[in-house]
């Protein structure tokens, strides 16, 4: 059993960055592709980013690309999402994803693993 757990949420104002992370316990973490998604208030979860098991390919939503960066450290089990020029449509509960498959697969249906989630709020 795989257990994700992120930190690293929080209030900021537009403009501002965040750095979000997910620990990673049982399993095999490096063999794993590893996904962020998010969810809105009403809205259904979306794709945010994603990184392979070798750190080699990597994943973007369009609305985030070129602001957000995924990265990952397999001898600390823990994947990485720095989110730079926060604007308030990136408010939302972010959630880390484990793919044991691997792949690079957007849908959240193709993720076996979830965190609790962690809150974004982006102020005007």
């Known amino acids: 059993q795989v257990q994700l757990v992120e930190s690293g949420g929080g209030l900021v104002q537009a403009g501002d960055s965040l750095k979000l992370s997910c620990v990673a316990s049982?399993?095999?973490?490096?063999?794993?592709?590893m996904g962020w998604f998010r969810q809105a208030l009403g809205k259904e979860r979306e794709f945010v980013s994603l990184i392979t098991w070798s750190r080699s390919n990597t994943n973007y939503a369009d609305s985030v690309k070129g602001r957000f960066t995924i990265s990952r450290d397999n001898a600390k089990n823990t994947v990485y999402l720095q989110m730079n020029s926060l604007k308030p449509e990136d408010t939302a509960v972010y959630y880390c994803?484990?793919?044991?498959?691997?792949?690079?697969?957007?849908?959240?249906?193709?993720?076996?693993?979830w965190g609790q989630g962690t809150q974004v709020t982006v102020s005007s």
């Open positions: 994803a484990a793919n044991t498959l691997g792949g690079m697969m957007t849908m959240a249906r193709a993720y076996d693993y």
């Open positions: 049982g399993g095999t973490f490096s063999l794993y592709t």
